[in-house]
Nanobody, 116 residues
Framework: QVQLVESGGGLVQPGGSLRLSCAAS????????MGWYRQAPGKERELVAS???????NYADSVKGRFTISRDNAKNTVYLQMNSLKPEDTAVYYC??????????WGQGTRVTVSS
């Protein structure tokens, strides 16, 4: 079992930056992929970015060039650096992990609000 704890959300003005962190409760070496999803009010949850064990990354078109996902295996942590934030980035952001047995794990979510 893996527990994921997110942090780093908050209120930021358009054009600003935030960095989200997701700490796993144990080694993430058994996890084959981690990622960030988000869910805005009235919308379905969508993939924002993901990173594999081999550090291959994937991004939603809407965040390419603005967001960067990275992982620190020594700290069992995944990060999402968000730059040039827009009001449409406002959502609850969830950390996700999938292990070698194809089991999915979710964090509790952290709210990001982009507003002037």
């Amino acid at each position: 079992q893996v527990q994921l704890v997110e942090s780093g959300g908050g209120l930021v003005q358009p054009g600003g930056s935030l960095r989200l962190s997701c700490a796993a409760s144990r080694s993430i070496f058994s996890i084959i992929a981690m990622g960030w999803y988000r869910q805005a009010p009235g919308k379905e949850r969508e993939l924002v970015a993901s990173i594999t064990t081999g550090s291959s990354t994937n991004y939603a078109d809407s965040v390419k060039g603005r967001f960067t996902i990275s992982r620190d295996n020594a700290k069992n942590t995944v990060y999402l650096q968000m730059n040039s934030l827009k009001p449409e980035d406002t959502a609850v952001y969830y950390c996700h992990a999938q292990d070698v047995f194809a089991r999915d794990y979710w964090g509790q979510g952290t709210r990001v609000t982009v507003s002037s």
